[in-house]
């Protein structure tokens, strides 16, 4: 690669946001996965990374074949996540919105049937639409009330 394809090349990754994926093993066979944005030139504002969302327990069970899959799509393996120390990876942007919207839904639900509805809800969304929900659950004042719509919207309602 040419030092003007490098350098043009880092100029562009600076452009856009930084997030990562923070994973860890808890105790016995569980899982935690988490999603951070990162201090970034496109987010002058993020001066530290800012946490948006984590799944763990039940719920991340419930998921984590989806969530396998997809992070095979694009090359992250899981299978051998530290004990005391999260595991650090780089995600695009798409990734982290989707999944943190996806974390942020699921996490104090309770219904198996309702978790597989808002799941393939979220996974079937768009970019745009997934950051969307996101950001009016991140920045409004009633945060709950926003996922609450959004899993009403994603449940189909039972005849």
């Keep these: 690669m040419s030092k003007v394809t490098h350098l043009s090349a880092a100029k562009h990754a600076s452009a856009l946001p930084q997030y990562e ?8 066979s569980d899982i935690e996965v988490e999603i951070w944005q ?18 763990r327990g039940r719920n991340l069970s419930l998921i984590e074949h989806r969530l396998l ?14 004990t005391f120390d999260a595991l650090r990876i780089a ?12 974390f942020r839904a699921l996490a104090p ?5 309702h978790i597989a509805a808002v799941a393939e809800g979220i996974e079937a969304m768009s970019k745009e639409e997934a950051g969307y929900w996101l950001g009016m659950a991140m920045h409004r004042k009633h945060p709950r009330r926003v996922l ?4 009403f919207l994603l449940i189909e309602p039972k005849p």
């Design 69 to 82: 899959r997809r992070l095979k799509q694009s090359r992250i393996d899981l299978s051998n996540l530290p």
């Design 91 to 102: 995600v695009d942007e798409e990734m982290a919105i989707s999944l943190g919207l996806l």
């Design 21 to 28: 994926m923070r994973a860890r093993r808890l105790a016995g």
């Design 38 to 55: 990162l201090p970034a030139g496109a987010t002058p504002h993020i001066r530290q990374p800012t946490y948006i969302a984590g799944l």
């Design 148 to 151: 609450m719509a959004l899993r």
């Design 109 to 113: 639900m309770r219904n198996r049937e």
